[in-house]
């Protein structure tokens, strides 16, 4: 069971970190495609906090330059360490 838990994580946030790069992808394109105009909105918005805190809205700059590549490094850490520290010996326990 334990074993079955371990890969549904690491699929649900792959998952997620292909949506997270496809819409960084899409944004840079978007921006390199209006000469790096970051006054004309994309589409997409990203808000500081977490949830069920909807706080100020990044600005696209903002956005494109931290706020996605900080979530990828976020995700890639899970993932990383979801494959890895089972591997080494420690083991999930479901209560």
Same mark, same amino acid.
């Given at each position: 069971?334990?074993?079955?838990? @371990?890969?549904? %994580?690491?699929?649900?946030?792959?998952?997620?970190?292909?949506?997270?790069? @496809?819409?960084?992808?899409?944004?840079?394109?978007?921006?390199?495609?209006?000469?790096?105009?970051?006054?004309?909105?994309?589409? @997409?918005?990203?808000? @500081?906090?977490?949830?069920?805190?909807?706080?100020?809205?990044?600005?696209?700059?903002?956005?494109?330059?931290?706020?996605?590549?900080?979530?990828?490094?976020?995700? %890639? %850490?899970?993932?990383?360490?979801?494959?890895?520290?089972?591997?080494?010996?420690?083991?999930?326990?479901?209560?």
């Amino acid at each position: 069971m334990t074993d079955k838990v @371990h890969w549904i %994580v690491v699929i649900v946030f792959g998952l997620v970190l292909l949506k997270v790069i @496809h819409g960084w992808i899409k944004d840079l394109l978007f921006y390199r495609q209006n000469g790096w105009d970051f006054m004309e909105p994309s589409g @997409h918005k990203m808000f @500081h906090g977490g949830p069920g805190y909807a706080g100020p809205e990044l600005s696209n700059r903002n956005r494109v330059l931290f706020g996605y590549p900080l979530m990828i490094l976020i995700f %890639v %850490v899970v993932i990383c360490g979801s494959i890895f520290i089972p591997e080494q010996g420690l083991t999930w326990t479901i209560p």
